[in-house]
């Protein structure tokens, strides 16, 4: 998979950084990551890393509209990185990073995707990692 083949990504002009795809919940018992995500988010250049979230309700934790999501994130966990969209499991994008070599545990909200600053896909981490131990694999590659 290669971010560069989906539209729902041309709006962040990805080119050169090092992407984290995530998805998000409102009502998730991960949604404490949000706080993690944007430490990690204010970490790094951002001409060399960003954050790339979508908003699900696959599994009926994000029932609101993507406007609503965007404003709770911003008020609760005062998020600044981008929030492009809310999808669902027919989106292509969904399909396509679900089908990428699968976590030890079973998908959920809060999954993360790490892709390097060609587009190209590198790993994938379930929920239950704790954002820290991506922030120490990012330091490898991200001066």
């Known amino acids: 998979m290669n971010l560069n083949d989906f539209a729902l990504f041309d709006q962040l002009q ?14 998730c018992d991960y949604t404490y990551q949000l706080e ?26 994000n029932p609101g509209s993507i406007e609503d999501t965007r404003s709770f ?7 600044t990185f981008p929030i492009i969209d809310k999808i669902d499991e027919d989106n292509p ?24 600053t060609r587009g190209r896909y590198l790993r994938r981490y379930s929920s239950d ?3 820290e131990e991506i922030h120490q694999i990012l330091t490898r590659f991200i001066v």
Do not use: H, M
């Open 129 to 131: 990692i704790p954002v």
């Open 73 to 79: 994130c911003e008020k609760e966990y005062n998020t």
């Open 36 to 61: 993690d995500l944007e430490r990690l988010y204010q970490q790094f250049p951002r001409d060399r890393f960003e954050i790339a979230a979508f908003a699900t309700n696959i599994f009926r934790q």
């Open 93 to 116: 994008v969904w399909q396509a990073l679900e089908k990428l070599p699968p976590p030890a545990t079973r998908s959920w909200n809060y999954q993360k995707w790490l892709f390097d």
């Open 14 to 27: 990805l080119e050169g950084r090092w992407v984290l795809v995530v998805n998000i919940a409102a009502e």
